[in-house]
Nanobody, 125 residues
Framework: QAQLVESGGGLVQAGGSLSLSCAAS????????MGWFRQAPGKEREFVAA????????YYADSVKGRFTISRDNAKDTVYLQMNSLKPEDTGVYYC??????????????????WGQGTQVTVSS
């Protein structure tokens, strides 16, 4: 069973940058896709980005393409989300997640079974 712990959230002005990290434990990290999701106040949780188990393929929501970058370091069991040109609408709780099934693409939100506790990102205008 996977344990996921996010860090790196905070308060930033619009146009600024933040970097999130998610440390994984409990299983072989390099065998599993990883994803980032977010939930704004009063809204449903939405997909942000995903990366396959080897880090060779990445996927992004249209709303963050060109501004956010997902990456992973399989030697450190960690996935990252670099967020640039932040907008107030990027505000929310950011969660990292991982599927129970190994070697999946991570492209379907329904694949994800394990979730971190979330980290707050607030972008002021």
């Amino acid at each position: 069973q996977a344990q996921l712990v996010e860090s790196g959230g905070g308060l930033v002005q619009a146009g600024g940058s933040l970097s999130l990290s998610c440390a994984a434990s409990g299983r072989t990290f390099s065998a599993y896709a990883m994803g980032w999701f977010r939930q704004a106040p009063g809204k449903e949780r939405e997909f942000v980005a995903a990366i396959n188990y080897r880090g060779a393929r990445t996927y992004y929501a249209d709303s963050v393409k060109g501004r956010f970058t997902i990456s992973r370091d399989n030697a450190k069991d960690t996935v990252y989300l670099q967020m640039n040109s932040l907008k107030p609408e990027d505000t929310g709780v950011y969660y990292c997640a991982s599927p129970a099934q190994a070697f999946s693409s991570g492209t379907s939100p329904g694949e994800y079974d394990y979730w971190g506790q979330g980290t707050q990102v607030t972008v002021s205008s």
